[in-house]
């Protein structure tokens, strides 16, 4: 069974069971209390608490998942980054039984599985969340017999939230080969921020099965890398450190999705993950003596992997792949200073600063000279690197534009709208990579990992426009940076400016930290116009605009 074939069967088997199929949303979700989308139900999150859903109650999907949380597992039989997540989900329609039911169904009279070799488990119940009874009966009114049923406690048996707060619930999980396949969460609680748990007014389902975890037991492998979504990278790489070789063929399959969603390589946040990733894996390249660029025709190997599923990824090839070689470029310089000074004995702290080197890497190097790295000096180091650098910050944001001439504050603006606009027609994942303000026009970068459509464009540009005539009020605020970060302002969080920082918001259509100043009012802008897209670089474009 191919992993092509599970993936069509999964949903076409939920479609006939009255489920609206939604495509996979993307990696990068909208939640900033979360880097990436790491389950199917994230997109439905509100559907859960009683929003209306515009699919009906009762959807399936196969999302694109991305888990830094399983970074140091990989390896393993089983973890991986970024992995394919099949789910059936409902929003109050049905329950336990049909959930359960249909599982059942699945993986063992549709795809024939080995019932016999089934392990399940279900919640045991605890202080807050009573033990769940109800889908013992219903797997032993299937004919699973009892001592396959095992009883777990909260680490193993209850579900989410994702990100900050959200729904969540006790779990029963079906079990193949000792490795969880599929796992069914019945989200009956909410947990807030403060972790407190409330009974949800409508109960739900929400249910997750890797696909690489089900195409290993499908196609008999012995790991998920022994299956058709991972053998045609595993078999390019030349070596016998089998731990390696896996570590690499997940780490670039990773870096390929991050970057085709508009991440690039840096030091913060996604950027920083998408850097680990590649770095990590040009580290244990290295350990297997590959060439120098060897993730270059690895990438390409992921890419013909998902010909037919994502074929946006072989109409990015290029792009992805000059961000790819960039970066092995970058560290391989850093990687030969790097590794002569750690052998002088240079500290986490300064390979970090200097040379760039995460602190995760110098870890596995020194865990493989038996040196131990002193993490908490690395922390307390890296707290007071932070505040040093918060001063020169500050007084780099406090300016925000260094000419306050009526004519360039105005461009200051319609800056923060474009912005705005560009994440409305391009998606959420785009930032600021750089701006340049003048009297005369705008000039203003940002991650995109191909050209602009004449459409995108045009779209930018009503937007842009609409929102001057709809002549919305700037407002400026000052808040700490985490109210900042709560209000989904966009700006750069990582580093800090100081207590209080401005919050600009134009009606309700942009947020930005940002110094100012601004106009009042946006009707004084005039129309705005677009008058050149351009590449600046690998993944970056540069946009020009006038107002006339
Ligand atoms: N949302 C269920 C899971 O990801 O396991």
Redesign the pocket.
């Known amino acids: 069974m191919t992993s092509k074939y599970l993936r069509q069967e999964f949903l076409s088997f939920f479609e006939k069971r009255g489920h609206k199929i939604v495509p996979s949303s993307s990696l990068l979700p909208s939640d900033p209390s979360v880097l990436f989308t790491?389950?199917?139900?994230q997109q439905f999150k509100p559907y859960y608490l009683g929003e209306k859903s515009p699919y009906g109650s009762n959807v399936v999907s196969c999302q694109k998942c991305f888990r830094t949380s399983d970074v140091e597992e990989v390896g393993d039989e089983s973890h991986l980054t970024f992995l394919e997540?099949l789910?059936n989900f409902s929003f109050g329609g049905y329950f336990k039984e049909e959930a359960i039911k249909s599982a059942y169904d699945f993986l063992f009279k549709e795809l024939k599985l080995p019932l016999a070799e089934a392990v399940f488990t279900v919640f045991e119940g605890n202080e807050n969340v009573p033990e769940d009874k109800e889908s013992v009966e219903i797997w032993k009114k299937l004919g699973v017999p009892e001592d396959k049923i095992q009883k777990k406690g909260k680490e193993d048996n209850f579900?989410?939230p994702t990100g900050e707060e959200g729904p969540c619930g006790p779990t029963t999980e079906i079990h193949l080969k000792g490795i969880e396949v599929w796992?069914l969460?019945f989200n009956e609680y909410y947990q807030d921020k403060n972790k407190k748990l409330t009974p949800l007014s409508q109960r739900g389902v929400?249910?997750?099965m890797g696909l690489e975890r089900l195409a290993m037991i499908a196609q008999g492998g012995n790991s998920v890398f022994e299956t058709d979504l991972f053998s045609p990278i595993i078999n390019e790489i030349t070596g016998e450190n089998e731990k390696a070789k896996r570590i690499i063929a997940d780490h670039v399959k990773g870096s390929i999705f991050l970057i085709q969603e508009g991440v690039l390589p840096s030091n913060v946040e996604r950027g920083y993950v998408l850097r680990r990733v590649l770095r990590r894996a040009i580290r244990y390249g290295k350990l297997l003596n590959l060439p120098k660029n060897f993730l270059i025709p690895l990438a390409q190997k992921a890419i013909e992997i998902y010909n037919d599923i994502y074929p946006e990824l072989r109409s990015n090839e290029s792009d992805i792949v000059t961000v790819i070689q960039n970066e092995e470029e970058k560290f391989e310089k850093t990687l030969e200073d790097g590794l002569k000074q750690f052998e002088k004995g240079l500290d986490a702290f300064e390979l970090y600063t200097t040379y760039g080197f995460p602190l995760e890497l110098t870890i596995e190097l020194a865990k493989e000279k038996g040196i131990k790295i002193d993490v908490e000096g690395f922390n307390k180091k890296f707290k007071e690197h932070q505040e040093i650098s918060r001063a020169g910050a500050e007084k780099k944001f406090v300016g925000g534009l260094a000419d306050h001439s009526e004519k360039t504050i105005k461009y200051h603006t319609a800056a923060h709208l474009m912005l705005a606009a560009l994440r409305e027609v391009l998606g959420p994942e785009i930032y600021q990579k750089g701006s340049n303000i003048t009297a005369e026009r705008l000039r203003f970068d940002f991650n995109y990992p191909q050209k602009l459509s004449e459409e995108q464009i045009r779209k930018v540009e009503e937007l842009v426009n609409q929102k001057i005539k709809e002549d919305l009020a700037v407002n400026c605020q000052e808040m700490t940076l985490k109210e900042a970060k709560e209000k989904g302002a966009m700006g750069v969080f990582e580093e800090k400016y100081g207590e209080k920082v401005k919050v600009y918001s134009i009606g309700e259509f942009s947020k930005e930290i940002c110094g100012g100043p601004h106009v009042k009012m946006t009707s004084e802008l005039g129309n705005f116009k677009i008058t050149k897209e351009e590449s600046s670089g690998a993944g970056i474009r540069r946009i020009r605009a006038v107002l006339e």
């Open positions: 790491t389950a199917g139900m997540m789910g579900w989410g796992n969460v929400d249910t997750g």
